[in-house]
């Protein structure tokens, strides 16, 4: 999870969220060299007495200039489609879980187990542990499996809502009517938070989402117990 002074993007525990932090980086990096190329150029032209009288009619000028932006936005545009169809591929899902938005709380159901299903609400602050995290503990936590591909859908019971694990790669909308899929792999145990990411309301910022890693058969445990 995000804490003070963290300025770069969370650590990456899921396949999908390394490869959106390569392509954060990779943009980045492209980004970076365009800036510094533009501000050389328009620094030299700052500070140059001269004028090319081949620079305002040039056709070579005219076609570097439009195919240059034109390759680098091909440099971006492939590794992202990439990005894209990895996330809509769902590849032999374990576990299906199904997550409805509500104002203002989630609600889950397992419905591959004997129809597990429980609300997920927000510990008020005056009843939070001392290692709990302010707006962010939920009563009752989303257990999900190690190493196991997860499909997730997502639907809303009244407005538009946002289901965001950030750590995990997954943003996916709640919509009303509608039930939308993504999948996701987690390669590591612990607590993942989260939020919801759309504007739904007066208590918008009081949804959180806390997802439970575990190892396979510690999860068949928790199952049979419910």
């Given at each position: 999870m995000s804490?003070?002074?963290?300025?770069?993007?969370?650590n990456a525990n899921s396949p999908i969220m390394e490869q959106l932090t390569f392509f954060h980086d990779h943009t980045m990096l492209i980004i970076l060299l365009i800036t510094i190329l533009v501000s050389y150029m328009m620094l030299t032209l700052f500070v140059n007495?001269?004028?090319?009288?081949?620079?305002?009619?040039?056709?070579?000028?005219?076609?570097?200039?439009?195919?240059?932006?034109?390759?680098?936005?091909?440099?971006?545009?492939?590794?992202?489609?990439?990005?894209?169809?990895?996330?809509?591929?769902?590849?032999?899902?374990?576990?299906s879980l199904k997550t409805l938005g509500h104002?203002?709380?989630?609600?889950?159901?397992?419905?591959?187990?004997?129809?597990?299903?429980?609300?997920?609400?927000?510990?008020?602050?005056?009843?939070?542990?001392?290692?709990?995290?302010?707006?962010l503990e939920v009563d009752?936590?989303?257990?999900?499996?190690?190493?196991?591909?997860?499909?997730i859908l997502v639907s809303s019971l009244d407005v538009i809502h946002s289901w965001t694990v950030p750590s995990l790669g997954v943003k996916i909308d709640a919509t009303?009517?509608?039930l939308n899929q993504t999948n996701f792999f987690i390669n590591r145990p612990g607590l993942y938070y989260g939020q919801c990411s759309e504007i739904c309301?007066?208590?918008h910022s009081f949804m959180p989402i806390v997802i439970e890693s575990i190892p396979m058969t510690n999860f068949i445990n928790w199952v049979k117990s419910n």
């Open positions: 804490t003070w002074l963290t300025l770069s993007l969370q007495n001269y004028t090319n009288r081949f620079l305002l009619e040039n056709q070579l000028i005219e076609i570097i200039w439009t195919i240059l932006p034109a390759i680098t936005l091909i440099f971006i545009a492939l590794p992202s489609l990439r990005l894209l169809y990895l996330i809509d591929e769902l590849n032999n899902p374990s576990i104002q203002w709380y989630w609600s889950y159901e397992y419905s591959d187990f004997s129809n597990i299903e429980f609300d997920s609400y927000m510990v008020p602050t005056n009843e939070l542990e001392n290692n709990s995290f302010r707006l009752n936590r989303t257990i999900l499996p190690l190493n196991s591909q997860i499909r009303p009517g509608r309301g007066a208590n």
